[in-house]
């Protein structure tokens, strides 16, 4: 027990890093432009859990390394969560409410992108695309595209070794 404790744990250093890959692929333009993802604070965050999720969901493929660097990434978007609210003027005090209510949002999601991302399910991850990220669940064209890049991001993400993978994920291109 105390050696799994006091262990170096190398993938702690990549965190932060892996955090902010995932944060700037989803603030890139095409997705506000060619997918027509409002550019919205809650929109802005259903895009960061999506790539978050991504990128843990591949991690966990990677046995015990992989679980612990899908565990910290997972820690340093709740960190990035928990900052977040604070930078936005959230009191302490409303922190832990506001918190619980984001946990159950990205355990919300990650229940209802999982299995079809698992699946390579495209009309499934649509409906839930269009409904969490587009706020309509009659938004299926766009989403429709969404699904197709996640979908295809995942098979990219499945085909990278894992040093390669932390230190830079490639993504599908985003289109239309």
């Known amino acids: ?28 333009p095409d997705f506000y432009t060619r997918l027509g993802v409002d550019d919205r604070i809650d929109a802005r965050f259903e895009l960061y859990t999506l790539h978050v999720l991504l990128l843990v ?23 990035a969560l928990d900052n977040a609210l604070r930078e936005l003027g959230v009191g302490d005090v409303s922190v832990g409410k506001k918190m619980r209510k984001l946990g159950e949002s990205l355990y919300g999601r990650m229940t209802v992108y999982e299995p079809p991302l698992r699946a390579g399910d495209e009309a499934a991850l649509t409906v839930g695309l269009a409904r969490n990220v587009y706020g309509d669940d009659t938004a299926t ?20 070794d894992f040093d390669t993978l932390v230190r830079q994920p490639e993504w599908a291109e985003i289109s239309a």
Do not use: H, W
Request: aromatic share 6%; hydrophobic share 45%; no cysteine.
């Open 1 to 28: 027990m105390l050696k799994k404790l006091l262990r170096s744990r190398p993938a702690a250093l990549d965190g932060d890093a892996l955090y902010a890959r995932a944060v700037t692929q989803a603030r890139r």
């Open 57 to 79: 969901l591949r991690l966990r493929d990677d046995g015990d390394r992989g679980g612990e660097a899908a565990q910290i990434l997972f820690d340093t978007y709740v960190s």
């Open 141 to 160: 064209g766009p989403a429709g595209a969404l699904a197709r890049y996640v979908i295809a991001s995942r098979a990219i993400l499945a085909g990278q």
